[in-house]
């Protein structure tokens, strides 16, 4: 699936001409990112398929915005690390609630 929206992607970047070469970059870069979370978490719940989303069309949106050299180049690998990380406080969020410490006792 990943692969088949970075192509789509591809093929409308096509119009975009002056951005088409750093989309069509970013969108392969996280159309491969996003099989990897595919591939290592199990998509059982909502907000799993929500970061996948996120993972494949927020870096090549990103690009087509009026940014300068250093920020077009570099953040859409910054909000793909942004994304895995909030991704993680998720799971550790809920990891936590449904284990939760148990209390130390009192010598």
């Not at 392969?28 to 990112?33: D, E, K, L, P, V």
């Not at 690009?63 to 570099?74: A, M, V």
């Not at 406080?89 to 609630?97: S, T």
Request: proline share 7%; charged share 10%; aromatic share 10%.
């Amino acid at each position: 699936v990943a692969i088949a929206v970075a192509i789509a992607t591809g093929l409308v970047v096509r119009r975009l001409e002056p951005h088409s070469s750093e989309m069509l970059g970013t969108a392969f870069a996280s159309a491969a990112w996003g099989a990897f979370y595919a591939f290592i978490t199990r998509m059982e719940a909502a907000w799993r398929w929500v970061v996948l989303v996120a993972l494949l069309v927020v870096p090549p949106a990103i690009t087509t915005l009026p940014l300068g050299q250093l920020w077009s180049g570099n953040l859409p690998f910054v909000l793909q690390g942004v994304i895995f990380v909030v991704s993680g406080a998720i799971a550790l969020a809920l990891y936590l609630r449904q284990n939760p410490v148990p209390e130390q006792a009192a010598e």
